[in-house]
């Protein structure tokens, strides 16, 4: 099918029904009637996400009344109209001709004329519709009311760079398998295939490529030699500080980059036990530890110091053998606001009222496993959020309740320090993702 129609189809699932759009891409591009477009779907996909409040104001001013439910697909063919118009360097003509050539691709030939009028209405228009939306916040930040507010509340020095950095593309950042080999020699690996990158800064293993590129083009990929992950991600397993012999919990684990790095940095760990409620995510942390070669996992090795258990980490209850763990990594479900730069669709799919419960499931999450770690043990607490109510706020309220509990103030040169824990913000110093960490220590 016609690139187009298949990225509004895909668009239309996350804006109408609330899918995300992980689980809509793949569907959708099988859909296509070239593979080599894959990239334009995800381009038209992720684009118009990323402005989807800006594109909705512009379309607001343009339709004399909005598309009926059962026509989401052609709302969505109009913003990746406009959003080629706006941001992509199509030239004026083919974005408009190839957009209304795709309505009778989804069988909705009524709509090539509407699409082709208000198409042409934009150019005519576009700086007169441009100083209107430029006087909606939402439309000029992109980014909803609710979030919006939020973020200038709990950021207010901050929020324009936070707002700014969330509609930017994210780098495609690895972790080089230090069990393997070091960061320099992968990195003559990567010069050697034409691969452009930097260094992290605040990663000993971060590696930072100038383009992305396909994971079959990395070198030893398949092998084990290197991750994509962010490096914010990565300062995880060094904040642990873990050391042979020890027990270690990785609550919430999937998709098992974190548990991974952990054993890459000390693979004589008494045990490692790594957490997660869902079943096909915890498929994806098996995998990825397999492609790794970590921790001898092989399903009938009952010498293997690792131990992946599918369960829920505010009821540990149900799966706990009553040993006391040295370090817990707690990687809490949150709102994702800190990494919107990859997941746009975060924008569209998380409510203001959803903070509230994240909140509280953190809190329960916090409570439970504060049982489960030894004395002199440490709790890392760890979010992708930039909402302080899920994160120096929710410390500073353990705190509180935690009786032997303190902070272990962690000193770094990445960050920001708050009353309780360490905030990166989305796009600082290694172009990293917005995170946040805090050490809890038990007394």
């Not at 007169?128 to 430029?134: G, P």
């Not at 869902?278 to 009952?302: H, T």
């Not at 131990?307 to 370090?327: C, H, N, T, V």
């Not at 009222?353 to 499931?361: H, N, Q, Y």
Request: hydrophobic share 40%; charged share 25%; aromatic share 8%.
């Amino acid at each position: 099918m016609n690139v187009r129609a298949v990225a509004a189809q895909a668009l239309a699932e996350v804006v109408s029904k609330g899918k995300s759009l992980s689980q809509v891409l793949p569907i959708a591009s099988e859909k296509l009637e070239e593979k080599s477009e894959s990239a334009l779907l995800q381009e038209f996909c992720y684009g118009v996400l990323r402005q989807y409040y800006r594109l909705q104001a512009y379309s607001d001013l343009l339709l004399k009344k909005p598309f009926k439910d059962k026509d989401a697909d052609i709302y969505c063919l109009l913003l990746i109209g406009l959003y080629q118009l706006l941001y992509m360097r199509v030239p004026a003509y083919a974005a408009v001709t190839e957009t209304v050539n795709a309505s009778r691709a989804l069988k909705k030939n009524w709509a090539s004329g509407l699409l082709n009028a208000v198409l042409r209405n934009f150019q005519r228009r576009q700086d007169s519709l441009t100083e209107k939306i430029n006087q909606i916040e939402s439309a000029l930040y992109a980014h909803p009311d609710w979030l919006l507010q939020q973020i200038r509340s709990d950021w207010p020095e901050n929020w324009q760079q936070i707002t700014e950095s969330n509609n930017c593309r994210a780098p495609m950042s690895l972790r080089v398998n230090v069990h393997c080999h070091q960061r320099d020699e992968y990195g003559r690996q990567l010069a050697a295939s034409g691969i452009s990158f930097s260094n992290a800064i605040h990663s000993d293993a971060g590696v930072i490529l100038k383009q992305p590129v396909d994971v079959e083009q990395l070198p030893g990929f398949f092998d084990g030699s290197v991750s994509v992950q962010d490096t914010a991600a990565q300062l995880a397993a060094t904040l642990l500080n873990v050391d042979k012999g020890m027990r270690v919990l990785d609550a919430c684990a999937a998709p098992g980059g974190k548990t991974a790095h952990i054993l890459e940095l000390e693979p004589k760990l008494e045990k490692l036990t790594a957490v997660e409620i869902d079943p096909g995510r915890m498929a994806r942390v098996e995998e990825n530890l397999q492609r790794l070669s970590l921790g001898n996992l092989l399903l009938d090795n009952k010498d293997s110091n690792v131990s992946l258990l599918q369960g829920d980490s505010s009821i540990p209850e149900a799966w706990w053998d009553k040993q006391p763990y040295d370090r817990i990594l707690l990687d809490a479900p949150c709102s994702a606001t800190g990494v919107i730069r990859r997941h746009p669709d975060i924008k569209l799919l998380r409510r203001a009222e959803d903070i509230k419960e994240l909140a509280k499931r953190q809190a329960q999450m916090l409570d439970s496993l504060w049982l489960l770690l030894a004395t002199g043990g440490m709790l890392l607490y760890a979010t992708c959020s930039i909402l302080r109510h899920e994160n120096d706020h929710q410390i500073q309220d353990f705190l509180k309740r935690q009786p032997n509990a303190r902070e272990r103030v962690i000193q770094a040169g990445w960050g920001h320090a708050c009353a309780a824990g360490r905030q990166i913000f989305p796009g600082e110093d290694d172009d990293m993702d917005g995170f946040y960490y805090a050490c809890l220590e038990k007394f």
